[in-house]
């Protein structure tokens, strides 16, 4: 069985929402075969302009049978105000094998 890393390395920002600054929180999930790998991977990012942003969330040494269905999602969320530890709540349980 081969192994493999699957990452979310980066994205762009082309216009923020907000006047100058999105904050913004970005979720990472992979499954094989429709199996959950791991728990989802959560980062605050930050308050962010225009530009590119390095993520490094990664799951990396996964077993991979041949013919195998692999599915990675992720969300990026531009969340300013309220409790973190919600949003990153929030943000996680939106990937789809959650609930």
Request: glycine share 10%; aromatic share 10%; charged share 20%.
């Amino acid at each position: 069985m081969a192994k493999y890393t699957f990452s979310l390395d980066s994205y762009e920002i082309k216009d923020t929402r907000s006047r100058h600054e999105d904050t913004n929180y970005v979720s990472v999930g992979l499954s094989v075969n429709g199996i959950q790998v791991g728990e989802p991977l959560t980062k605050f990012m930050g308050n962010q302009n225009n530009g590119s942003y390095e993520v490094g969330l990664a799951f990396e040494n996964v077993e991979v049978p041949d013919g195998a269905h692999v599915v990675m999602i992720y969300n990026i969320l531009n969340k300013g105000h309220g409790d973190q530890n919600k949003t990153i709540q929030v943000i996680t349980d939106g990937l789809f094998w959650q609930r």
